[in-house]
C-alpha cells in the first residue's frame, strides 16, 4: 500500500514530441504528489508538484494531470527537448511533517535532437 | 530559497576508515532530513530519516552502528560511515524536509556525495 508504481521505465522521444510518464499508488492517505528530475551526478530537484484538489498543474512546458479516483497521477512534458534528458522520479506523501516520500522506481527520458 | 548543500561532493578513502558526510540546508529551517543511497540506474533508497536534537530512524536492514546519523541542529545533519569497505561506494543524498509555515512542504535534495571506498 505504500508502493508508488511509475511507468516506462525507459523513454526516449524526438525533439519537440511530448514525454508521458504516469504513476499510480494506494494509499489514500497521500495528498501531495511531487515530481524530481535528477541528472546523472546530481541530487534530485523539485519539478513540480500537486495536491488532490486540483486535477492539473501547468508551469511551463511541464503538466501533471491527477486522476483521484483512479489514483493515477502524469507528468507531460511538451515540446521536450535534449536538455530534458535526465531521470524523472514521481512521489507521494501525506502531508504530514516528518513523514518520508515514497518515490517511484523512475523513468529515463532520453530526448533525442 | 530552499538550497541544501553536502560537504564533500566526492570522497575516496581507503578501507577500513570513516568518512563524515556534512548536510546543510542553507536558507531555512529543517525539522527532518532523510539520507539515501542510490546505486547507478536506480533509485532512491532511504536509508534512515533524522529528527533534530533525537535521535534517527533507520530503515530495515541499515546498520545504524555502521551509518552514525546526527542531526544538531536544524540546519545541519551528518552522516558518518564508519570502516568503509568497497561495497559502501555508493552515492549518498540527503534532503531536507522544510519546517517553516509559508515554505512549501516538500522535499529538498543536497546534490549528492559520491564515496568510493578503495
Known amino acids: 500500500q505504500q508502493q508508488v508504481k511509475q511507468s516506462p521505465q525507459s523513454l526516449i522521444v524526438q525533439k519537440g514530441g511530448i514525454s508521458i510518464i504516469n504513476c499510480a499508488y494506494e494509499?489514500?492517505?497521500?495528498?501531495?504528489f511531487p515530481w524530481y528530475q535528477q541528472f546523472p551526478g546530481k541530487g534530485p530537484a523539485l519539478l513540480i508538484a500537486?495536491?488532490?484538489?486540483?486535477s492539473e498543474k501547468k508551469e511551463g512546458r511541464f503538466t501533471i494531470s491527477f486522476n483521484k479516483s483512479a489514483k493515477q497521477f502524469s507528468l507531460h512534458i511538451m515540446d521536450s527537448q535534449p536538455g530534458d534528458s535526465a531521470t524523472y522520479f514521481c512521489?507521494?506523501?501525506?502531508?504530514?511533517?516528518?513523514?518520508?516520500?515514497?518515490f517511484g522506481p523512475g523513468t529515463r527520458l532520453s530526448v533525442l535532437p | 530559497g530552499a538550497v541544501v548543500s553536502q560537504h564533500p561532493s566526492r570522497v575516496i578513502c581507503k578501507s577500513g576508515t570513516s568518512v563524515k558526510i556534512e548536510c546543510r540546508s542553507l536558507?531555512?529551517?529543517?525539522?527532518?532530513m532523510f539520507w539515501y543511497r542510490q546505486f547507478p540506474k536506480q533509485s532512491l533508497m532511504l536509508m534512515a530519516t533524522?529528527?533534530?536534537?533525537?535521535?534517527?530512524?533507520?530503515e530495515q536492514g541499515v546498520e545504524k552502528d555502521k551509518f552514525l546519523i546526527n542531526h544538531a541542529s536544524l540546519t545541519l545533519s551528518t552522516l558518518t560511515v564508519t570502516s568503509a569497505h568497497p561495497e559502501d561506494s555508493s552515492f549518498y543524498i540527503c534532503?531536507?524536509?522544510?519546517?517553516?509555515?509559508?515554505?512549501?512542504?516538500?522535499?529538498?535534495f543536497g546534490p549528492g556525495t559520491r564515496l568510493t571506498v578503495l
Open positions: 534532503s531536507a524536509r522544510a519546517a517553516l509555515a509559508g515554505m512549501t512542504d516538500t522535499q529538498y
Open positions: 494509499n489514500t492517505a497521500f495528498d501531495y
Open positions: 500537486i495536491r488532490p484538489d486540483v
Open positions: 512521489a507521494a506523501s501525506p502531508t504530514f511533517y516528518g513523514q518520508n516520500f515514497v
Open positions: 536558507d531555512f529551517q529543517a525539522t527532518t
Open positions: 533524522s529528527n533534530e536534537g533525537s535521535k534517527a530512524t533507520y
